[in-house]
Structures are given as structure tokens and as C-alpha cells.
């Protein structure tokens, strides 16, 4: 087992990573004082309940814990104001109270909705995260948690730490391929930002992560979880370093909501936004080595590099307006300086932007 540490201080948890770790859930509850007077909610969804909800619950209430579930539709969709509304109240019939915990078993989406159910209810209650996707290992570390609006995506959110992270790898043997590749968007991610030797393992390995190498993918995910937990620990609540996290995002969650959430994966949307990111930074005389890599190495792992056809740019770019890094009237962008470095840069013409998305939905992209 790989263990890492977000350090917040006195709010710090750990991040647990490792072979058949929810067979010893319960053990870990207790560790980290969850109360077995109170009630707790595990909230999954329709697929990962087929495979885990059954034997976590057992494990669960064989240490102690009153246990109560609910499955959400899976999809993107189901981060939504009404399911917050309604599972707050289901967790007032189970009786959750003060004590309670919110258990998220589930990827992206799981983790995101528990976690605003967990930070609304009674003003914020404890939350534990147990991801059971790749993708995951990025958003159940650092405590940002939302629902969705119509016109923009986690524009309803808050900042709210889990109590630990525990990361069973056992749980990605059952993922679809789309979802796995979608998943290593994030972890290519984090070498981007900052590690350009894990970027260039992650092309030299590629084969592994998509085939499950438990090997593999044991170090990409520790690798990709201790530079989470390192830019979380220096900035939580997105104040400054933090927002290199949001490489590709800008022009990625514009491309969800155009997609209404369903026909883009949210790894696939942010591959294609950080190849849009590093097309951009080519203006501010990158080297276009930086552009090629980052193309090739999403494409090597199975990502979409290029924007389908059918989007529309206008719609593409009035998403981007919406979004919580478009303020003061200018572009806010993280756009790499090379492989494994970004800067944050807020001077970025909306025309430029509008030509990298074109120049996105060409199959041959001219230099």
C-alpha cells in the first residue's frame, strides 16, 4: 500500500492507495473516528453498486456502522440542484445528524455530488471518499465539491475536505476502456503542470496503464495524487497555485456543457482542452515541441485530440463566458511554458481563443 498526506494542518488526511483496501473499510473508519452512534450514507451509483455496494455495506456494518445507501443515476447529469435536494432528503429520513458521515463510493461525479451533500448538510458534515475510477484519483483529493448548472459546469460548489481518501485499485479492473483512457487524461495532467519526466513514462508506459498493469498503474496514481496533494497543501481554496490544476479545463467544461454532459467524457473534454491550452501558449512563443508532445502523448493513450465536428464554435465560446475563470472581461487560461511547467495567464485575446477552437476541428491541424 502507497500512503500520502494532504497537510492542511490540523484538517491534513491521508490518502490511502492500494490492492483490496475496501475489504478493510471499517478498520479504516475507525482509525479516522467515524462514530458508529450515528448513522452514515454511502452514495453510489447504478453501475458501481452492481460490483461494490453490497460487500462495502457488509464490511461496514460488520464493524459497528447503521449503514444506509443511495443510487444515483451514472452520468454527468446527475450532479444536478434536484439530486442535491433530493438526497439531502433521504439523509434526513436515514437520520443523519452532526455525527454522520457522507461515503462516497463512485468516480467524478459521485465524489463531486456526496461531497456537496456532505458540505450542505447541517452546514457541513465528515465526508469520505473511496474512488472507484482513474479519474477519481484527481477529484477525490483536494475537497472541491459542486453540482452543475445548465449553463456551466461546478459553477454551485464549495471547498470541503474528506476525512481520508481510500483507493482501491482492485475497483478499476471492472471500468470500461473509454472510461480508463478518459481517466488518464487527469494523470498526463499532472505530469503537464509539473513533472516532465512522469510525462514522458506515462508515453514510454502507455500500454500498461490502458491494459490495468497493477504496477503501472499504482505508481501513475501516486505520482498523479502526491502533485494534487502537493498544490492543494500550498493553496486550498484556489487563491493562486492551485489554479494550475485547471490546465485544459477552460476550453475542457466548455465543451461538456455544449455537450450537455453526456456525449464527452470529462477526461476526453479536458485532453482536447489541453491541447487546445498548449496550441495557444504557441502564440506566446512556446515551442511547438510542447504542443506535439502533449498531442502525442494523449493520442498514444487513446484520447481525442481534435474537436469533433458538430460542435459549434459560437456556442463553444459563449460556455467559456460562463465559466468561473472568465472574469473582468479577459481570458484566464493556464497554457504551458514547457513540458511540466505552466503559467497562469489572464491577458489571453477572446480571438485567439475562438482560433484555437477552429483550428481544433481540423483533422490535419497546420502548424
Request: glycine share 10%.
Amino acid at each position: 500500500m502507497r500512503e500520502l498526506t494532504v497537510d492542511l494542518g490540523e484538517r491534513s488526511y491521508p490518502i490511502y492507495i492500494g490492492e483490496g483496501l475496501l475489504r478493510e473499510a471499517s478498520s479504516y473508519f475507525h482509525r479516522h473516528g467515524i462514530s458508529t452512534k450515528s448513522p452514515i450514507m454511502i452514495i453510489t451509483n447504478e453501475h458501481i453498486a452492481a460490483h461494490y455496494l453490497a460487500p462495502l455495506q457488509a464490511e461496514l456494518e460488520a464493524g459497528g456502522y447503521k449503514v444506509h445507501s443511495e443510487v444515483i443515476p451514472a452520468g454527468e447529469s446527475s450532479k444536478s440542484l434536484d439530486m442535491l435536494g433530493e438526497l439531502v432528503g433521504k439523509a434526513l429520513e436515514a437520520g443523519l445528524d452532526r455525527k454522520s458521515a457522507i461515503v462516497a463510493l463512485g468516480g467524478g461525479v459521485v465524489g463531486d455530488l456526496a461531497g456537496f451533500v456532505a458540505a450542505s448538510y447541517m452546514r457541513g458534515i465528515k465526508f469520505i471518499q473511496l474512488p472507484t475510477t482513474i479519474l477519481a484519483h484527481d477529484s477525490s483529493v483536494g475537497g472541491k465539491v459542486a453540482v452543475n448548472h445548465s449553463l456551466a459546469k461546478n459553477i454551485i460548489g464549495a471547498f470541503h475536505q474528506p476525512e481520508f481518501v481510500l483507493y482501491d485499485l482492485r475497483t478499476l479492473q471492472t471500468l470500461p476502456l473509454r472510461e480508463v483512457k478518459a481517466g488518464l487524461s487527469e494523470v498526463v495532467k499532472h505530469g503537464l503542470i509539473w513533472d516532465a519526466e512522469f510525462v514522458d513514462w506515462c508515453e514510454e508506459h502507455a500500454n500498461e496503464l490502458l491494459s490495468l498493469d497493477p504496477d503501472a498503474l499504482g505508481y501513475a496514481l501516486h505520482k498523479g495524487c502526491g502533485v494534487k496533494a502537493i498544490v492543494v497543501s500550498q493553496d486550498e481554496t484556489e487563491q493562486g497555485l492551485r489554479a494550475i490544476l485547471n490546465l485544459g479545463h477552460t476550453i475542457g467544461h466548455a465543451l461538456e456543457a455544449v455537450a450537455g454532459y453526456n456525449e464527452l467524457l470529462h477526461g476526453e473534454a479536458i485532453s482536447i482542452g489541453m491541447v487546445g491550452s498548449a496550441r495557444l501558449a504557441m502564440k506566446f512563443g512556446v515551442p511547438v515541441q510542447v504542443y506535439e508532445q502533449t498531442k502525442r502523448t494523449l493520442a498514444k493513450l487513446g484520447l481525442p485530440v481534435v474537436l469533433p465536428e458538430e460542435f459549434d464554435v459560437d456556442k463553444v465560446m459563449s460556455a467559456m463566458m460562463h465559466d468561473k475563470k472568465f472574469a473582468e472581461g479577459t481570458m484566464v487560461f493556464v497554457l504551458p511554458t514547457a513540458i511540466g511547467q505552466v503559467e497562469i495567464r489572464r491577458d489571453i485575446p477572446v480571438e485567439w481563443v475562438r482560433e484555437v477552437v477552429e483550428q481544433l476541428k481540423l483533422e490535419d491541424e497546420q502548424q
